[in-house]
């Protein structure tokens, strides 16, 4: 695609549920990043993917966070049994290469947990 | 890991006035991005830039790699540029391949 997508863009759902957040990344690149934006926090990094694989998951906030990404190219983030704390906006980006390589962000996935 | 500091951490200008954004960060770095991000919340690419100087209209950047810090510079600055300014940078040699953003620093142009 043109741009990084993500779905959906605003989320609520209530303490307790599972949710899943979507994003496609741009056409041919092969890096793939989540972030999350919370008011206290700033931008933290959660995961990166480079082809299917995510060597590093230690930026997860928890094991209650896993990511996935299938063909090298659409990644699902899934939060189980949400928490208030994970009220956040979910960022994904993309480079065309992992490494030193410039990132584009798609326009993020705005969670409440209620 | 890195630190990264931008200030000032709010600017309040005048329409047309001209500004400087700076981005200091502790160790050596092998990616350096400006981001923007509008009122929407999406972050919009401004400059890749781990060393040396860009131009784009009326913005400009410079990053010192050597001695740490980058520099946006906003001329004739318009309301649409107000928004939170981002700086991030990702470590060298880059084993984390990440990128760690700084607190960001707010911008409101005033008509």
């Known amino acids: 695609g043109a741009g990084v997508s993500q779905s959906p863009s605003n989320k609520v759902t209530e303490k307790g549920k599972d949710v899943e957040l979507r994003c496609d990344p741009i056409?041919?690149?092969?890096?793939l990043y989540w972030y999350r934006q919370s008011l206290g926090q700033g931008l933290e990094f959660l995961i990166y993917?480079?082809?299917?694989?995510?060597?590093?998951k230690s930026g997860l906030p928890s094991d209650r966070f896993s990511a996935e990404r299938t063909g090298g190219s659409v990644s699902t983030l899934t939060i189980q049994r949400t928490q208030q704390e994970d009220s956040a906006v979910y960022l994904c980006?993309?480079?065309?290469?992992?490494?030193?390589?410039?990132?584009?962000f798609g326009q993020g996935t705005r969670l409440t947990v209620v | 890991g890195i630190q990264v500091e931008q200030s000032p951490p709010d600017l309040i200008l005048q329409e047309g006035a001209n500004s400087t954004l700076r981005c200091n960060f502790s160790?050596?770095?092998?990616?350096l991005q400006w981001f923007h991000q509008n009122p929407w919340g999406q972050l919009i690419n401004l400059f890749y830039?781990?060393?040396g100087t860009k131009q784009n209209g009326r913005l400009s950047a410079t990053t010192v790699a050597t001695e740490r810090y980058s520099l946006l510079y906003i001329s004739s600055s318009q309301t649409t540029d107000s928004g939170v300014y981002f700086c991030?940078?990702?470590?060298?040699?880059?084993?984390?391949?990440?990128?760690?953003f700084g607190k960001g620093i707010t911008l409101s142009v005033r008509p």
């Open positions: 980006a993309s480079s065309l290469v992992l490494g030193p390589t410039e990132a584009f």
């Open positions: 160790d050596s770095v092998n990616n």
């Open positions: 830039i781990p060393s």
């Open positions: 056409s041919g690149h092969t890096a």
């Open positions: 993917f480079q082809g299917n694989s995510a060597p590093d």
């Open positions: 991030a940078v990702e470590r060298s040699p880059g084993a984390n391949s990440k990128l760690t």
